[in-house]
């Protein structure tokens, strides 16, 4: 029944490691995102597919890098995690009002901690 | 560039009581603005989506207003409960940011039994 399910819901790993974080929608949106909530729990945008199509990417360093093989998932893969990458990031999916902009409700998993030791 | 405030930071009331949560951004050209809860270690809920072209949105105990002009939004909780306690956020989508929602940082709500 789950909207927007995201795993693992935990990561603890090493600094240098790569990991991935997997999403899954069954809401039908065409719309994904990652959003990253740090210490201080600001929200902040990382990446938005819609269609499978790559249309927001913030100031992320490169070594995050997401993949969208349907509209309905879109992963995030991590390489060489270093410690500040340590956040809860939350994928959340929205529909199209038509068009480019997105004027629909944003809904949100339930968040990925990730921990870099 | 968009920014959202949330005040107050933290709020602390007793059960019963109605209360007032205050969101303003700087740029009104926007779409709609969104406010969310969200509970300890969980992601966020949606509780009321306005669209630019409204006024209010009500949902059981929760009314949402947008005053687009003065780039304000309150979030009015009717006899709160317990259950209420948790952090609200609010999120604005501009006109010319494409999908993005600039999330405020948050009003942290507790109410007492």
């Known amino acids: 029944d789950t909207a927007v399910s995201q795993t693992p819901k935990y990561l603890v790993t090493q600094m240098g490691n790569d990991k991935s974080i997997k999403c899954e929608q069954n809401?039908?949106?065409?719309?994904m995102y990652w959003y990253k909530q740090d210490s201080k729990k600001f929200l902040k945008i990382m990446f938005s597919?819609?269609?499978?199509?790559?249309?927001i990417n913030e100031t992320v360093p490169n070594r995050f890098s997401p993949k969208s093989p349907d509209k309905a998932h879109l992963n995030l893969h991590i390489n060489s995690l270093e410690l500040g990458d340590s956040a809860v990031y939350f994928c959340?999916?929205?529909?199209?009002?038509?068009?480019?902009?997105?004027?629909?409700?944003?809904?949100f998993g339930e968040g990925s901690r990730l921990t870099v030791l | 560039k968009q920014e959202v405030t949330q005040i107050p930071a933290a709020l602390s009331v007793p059960e019963g009581e109605n209360l007032v949560l205050n969101c303003s951004f700087t740029?009104?050209?926007?779409?709609?603005l969104q406010w969310f809860r969200q509970d300890p270690g969980k992601g966020l809920t949606s509780l009321l989506l306005i669209q630019s072209s409204q006024r209010e949105q009500t949902s059981g105990r929760l009314n949402a207003s947008l005053d687009k002009s003065s780039g304000r939004s309150t979030l009015y909780i009717a006899a709160s409960q317990p259950g209420d306690s948790a952090t609200y956020l609010c999120a604005v989508k501009r006109v010319t940011s494409g999908s993005r929602l600039t999330f405020g940082e948050g009003t942290q709500l507790t109410v007492n039994p």
């Open positions: 740029d009104s050209a926007i779409y709609n």
């Open positions: 959340a999916s929205s529909g199209t009002g038509g068009g480019f902009v997105i004027t629909g409700e944003l809904f």
């Open positions: 597919y819609n269609n499978k199509e790559l249309i």
């Open positions: 809401l039908g949106h065409d719309t």
